[in-house]
């Protein structure tokens, strides 16, 4: 899997992990001795020589309802441990330890040739190609970067900084596999690494997309009220909704599902890379009940299992023999959070004005403040991590040291302090506040009951909304609790059975944390669509010019300053609640070599050509 710049979504999963305890190897201690944060060696983890041939069957929590994780829908952590299979050329790799390394089987060299303006010279592996043997090149480039670039209205990518600002990619040399990126003058781009895990131009073209569509042409079509344009669209569309018929990895898939809970995957013939792939055939099958993948482990149904880990999960793990078992549990770069949908009036509105009137911004604290974290860790993930704490950053966990800083705690969010938030609201002018009444704005109006979403195969997170109605209705205010089948369909509000008021998920980051945590919180374009991770269309100028300068610069230092500047004011807005660094986990058929858990987004399929049996 690639180094890619984006946040992604947990839906039913826990994907990366700082060093784990490893395993049911009698090599390995049990998993159940705490949890390690420590790095070192886990880019080695269960390295070994692998044989050709065999199968494997690896559990998703997750049926695929969209194939391209460069959209906002599609940007789920399940979806890509199957894509890892097949979308493989990016320029860095994320590895396990959260480093960064050159993707050389995809390039030859990525330098950064010039500083004012901003270029990037990108060599492409004269061996690298489509699986159709269409040569990976400079329009591949192109059409990722024009869907992306924040221009056309209709498109709803999962982030657009970086793209946004560059001037121009230029293919050059034997097939335009040199690929010159200029970025516009006075811009940079500090993780321009995470950009362009790519998608096929010349099938983008077969659905309608121009190869000489320019930046000047789109940029027009999208001006003055206009929707952008149709051809790149609906290019676009299709990947959403097409199972791909195309590759530029290890494995290329053979079938899937027409409800995309079985994806099938066979090696591809055009494979470029220098190893692998090892298996004859990998079937993603899709456990929707987290209690069923430890027994379908031990009963051979799966040889890997990618669960959040709870308290059952692990003892299940553990009481599997280790001659057919190994598991890894890490702390993760990855955290569990609350988010409002500011969309919804008694919460906010369209306009930062709207958002930040004082009567739906103290209904807001208020809520989150009767929200006990503690409360809500002693029932889920302290059962699995003694030492788990609240966490007081949006945009750093807690093992990023060198940047982490508690910019909530002051506000008081999270503390379950019922007399204060029942303080706010009456400063507010709420009256009918208390258990058994019905929570009254200044204006008369009875507040609504609020709809709590949570994904419905996850029984932690029907715990923590369970916990947070119990909270609110101390202040008089009713959550409706209920799951959603599809996570990025209810965060994206797709139809009328998937929306919010109030949603729990979780992020889980890159090394690229500087604009992956700018996408998250800026403000969206003006109507309905999600561009990033904004999924609750909040608004705040303030915020918006802290972040945008915190990509635009190549101080890290500085950088992170600037995000947790609007870190503060996202407390003092209480929009979205970091509830705490969860952990990961993956366990794992013992025959099974190169099979190691992975701190990043790219999750332990990362290195899918690696993956085999012992030999």
């Given amino acids: 899997m690639s180094g890619s710049r984006k946040r992604r979504l947990i839906a039913g999963v826990a994907a990366v992990g700082a060093v784990a305890l490893v395993a049911t190897a009698c090599s390995s201690s049990k998993s159940g001795g705490g949890v390690s944060t420590s790095t070192v060696g886990l880019n080695n983890m269960n390295s070994g020589t692998p044989k050709k041939g065999g199968s494997v069957t690896i559990a998703i929590e997750k049926a695929i309802d969209n194939w391209n994780q460069l959209d906002a829908q599609g940007n789920t952590e399940d979806f890509i441990y199957a894509e890892n299979g097949y979308w493989y050329a990016s320029p860095y790799i994320s590895e396990p330890d959260g480093s960064l390394a050159l993707n050389s089987d995809f390039l030859t060299s990525a330098t ?27 329009s591949d480039f192109i059409y990722t970067w024009l869907s992306q670039a924040g221009v056309d209205p209709v498109i709803s990518a999962a982030g657009t900084t970086g793209y946004q600002d560059i001037a121009s990619i230029v293919g050059s040399g034997t097939n335009d596999q040199t690929v010159t990126v200029t970025w516009k003058a006075g811009k940079v781009d500090p993780d321009w690494k995470g950009l362009f895990t790519l998608l096929p131009a010349h099938v983008a073209a077969q659905h309608g997309y121009n190869p000489a569509l320019t930046l000047a042409q789109l940029t027009s079509e999208s001006a003055n009220g206009k929707t952008g344009d149709t051809g790149l669209e609906n290019a676009w569309t299709s990947f959403d909704n097409t199972v791909p018929t195309w590759s530029n990895g290890p494995y290329v898939v053979q079938s899937a599902s027409a409800d995309g809970s079985k994806v099938v995957e066979v090696p591809n013939p055009k494979w470029y890379g220098k190893d692998g792939p090892y298996f004859d055939k990998i079937t993603f099958t899709t ?4 209690a069923q993948e430890c027994p379908a482990l031990k009963n051979g149904e799966v040889n890997a299992i990618i669960p959040q880990p709870d308290q059952d999960i692990v003892k ?50 208020a809520l989150f403040t009767v929200v006990d974290r503690k409360a809500i860790i002693a029932r889920t993930e302290g059962l699995v991590n003694s ?35 029942t303080s706010i609201l009456k400063a507010a002018g709420y009256t009918n506040i208390g258990p058994g009444l019905h929570l009254t704005t200044p204006s008369g109006q009875q507040v609504p009951a609020f709809l709590l979403r949570y994904t419905s195969t996850n029984s932690e997170r029907a715990t923590e909304c369970q916990i947070f109605a119990q909270e ?37 980051d890159s090394p690229l944390w500087d604009v992956n945590n700018s996408q ?41 300053s600037l995000e947790n500047q609007a870190d503060k004011i996202l ?19 013992s025959n099974l070599v190169n099979v190691r858990d992975n701190i990043t987004s790219a999750g332990p399929t990362y290195n899918l050509q690696d993956w085999g049996y012992t030999q």
């Fill in 287 to 290: 456990i929707t009940d987290s």
């Fill in 316 to 365: 299940c793990v553990n009481g599997i023999s280790s001659s057919k078992a190994k598991s890894q549990i890490d702390a993760g770069l990855q955290y569990e959070h609350f988010d409002f949908n500011l969309r919804n009036t008694f919460l906010g509105g369209q306009t930062q004005a709207q958002q930040d009137d004082p009567v739906k911004l103290a209904l807001r604290q």
């Fill in 520 to 560: 998250l919180f800026e403000s969206n374009p003006p109507g309905n669509v999600v561009v990033g991770g904004n999924y609750g269309f909040y608004t705040n100028s303030q915020v918006d010019s802290l972040l945008q300068q915190a990509a635009n610069t190549l101080d890290l230092t500085k950088a992170a």
């Fill in 472 to 508: 609110a209705a101390q202040l008089g205010i009713t959550l409706t609790v209920e799951g959603t089948d599809s996570l990025g369909k209810t965060l994206t509000q797709a139809d009328s059975n998937h929306t919010f008021d109030i949603i729990v998920f979780a992020w889980v």
């Fill in 387 to 421: 030492k788990a704490q609240p966490l007081n950053s949006r945009m750093f966990v807690s093992t990023q040291t060198q940047y982490y800083t508690d910019n909530v705690s002051a506000s008081g969010l999270g503390t379950g302090d019922v007399a204060k938030a």
């Fill in 112 to 138: 950064v040739t010039s500083q004012s303006p901003m270029t990037i010279t990108y060599v492409v592996n004269p061996k690298a190609v489509w699986s159709d043997g269409t040569p990976i090149n400079a």
């Fill in 571 to 589: 407390s003092q807005d209480a929009v979205t609640l970091p509830l705490f660094q969860k952990d990961s986990m993956v366990a794992f058929s």
